[in-house]
């Protein structure tokens, strides 16, 4: 790889260089919801050189979708947004494979969609959908970057399947959804952000805090490590 490639500031941290390089061309990274996470963790993860992006999204782009979905242009209201998203990864990226998927994530096919990845990245915004992709990545053992955020908060939890704690050993199941969820730009880029890292630590094989969620406070601007345990009756665990 020639020093004046676009890697070149990547192939100069010590943690990657030509062989982490490699590794990120060598692999495949499923992430499901090309939104407001969907936007900053689908972009860092092209321009860093992963080499096969399968994008999930069954949605077409609205106007709403505008404060924080960077993908978009208004002129892209009503298009597909994951051939939309596509479009506009390709121009920074035209070295990688982009496999956008305009489907909706269900029990029937969520097995399929997600296997052969070797990380999938959650940036869907419904609970259930999150408990779907959760319960399949710790069928194929897969593992999983989560993210969330709620107006200024938000979370990302790194999860290695049936190994460290799930979503749902975190969730009680009681706490009500709120449709559509609030969210600034801002602090949705700043947990994709973190989401991007981490799959890009767990592709370098890298040191990654499984098992802890990292809590974003957008309004006391502070982060929180909170480790959490594996509940033995959960479903990752059977
Ligand atoms: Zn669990």
């Known amino acids: 790889m020639s ?3 676009r890697y070149e500031r990547q192939l100069i941290v010590p943690q990657i260089g030509e062989e982490g390089q490699e590794k990120l061309k060598n692999s495949k990274v499923t992430v499901i919801g090309c939104g407001g996470l969907g936007s900053p963790v689908l972009t860092y993860l092209a321009m860093a050189g992963v080499g096969h992006l399968r ?3 069954c949605d077409v ?5 505008l404060n924080r979905q960077f993908f978009f242009e208004e002129e892209n209201v009503d298009q597909e947004k994951c051939e939309t998203a596509a479009t506009f990864l390709k121009k920074r990226n035209p070295e990688i494979t982009l496999e956008p998927i305009c489907t909706m994530v269900t029990e029937e096919n969520v097995d399929e969609l997600l296997k052969d990845s070797d990380v999938v990245v959650d940036c869907v915004d419904r609970v259930a959908t999150r408990r779907m992709i959760g319960q399949a990545c710790t069928k194929l053992q897969i593992p999983l970057v989560e ?6 908060y938000g979370y990302v939890l790194p999860i290695n399947p049936g190994k460290s704690a799930c979503l749902e050993c ?5 706490s009500k959804e709120m449709i559509p969820v609030p969210a600034i730009g801002a602090a949705v880029g700043v947990i994709g952000s973190l989401q991007a ?6 592709i370098l094989e890298l040191p990654v805090s499984y098992g802890t969620m990292l809590q974003y406070d957008g309004i006391y601007g ?3 490590q909170i480790p959490v345990a594996v ?7 059977k």
């Open 3 to 5: 020093k004046n490639s």
């Open 55 to 57: 994008m999930i999204d």
């Open 61 to 65: 782009v609205s106007l709403t979708n």
């Open 147 to 152: 993210g969330g955020v709620h107006g200024f």
């Open 170 to 174: 975190v969730e009680t199941g009681t």
């Open 197 to 202: 890292v981490e799959c890009l630590k767990m």
């Open 222 to 224: 502070e982060f929180e």
């Open 231 to 237: 509940r033995k009756d959960c479903s990752c665990q």
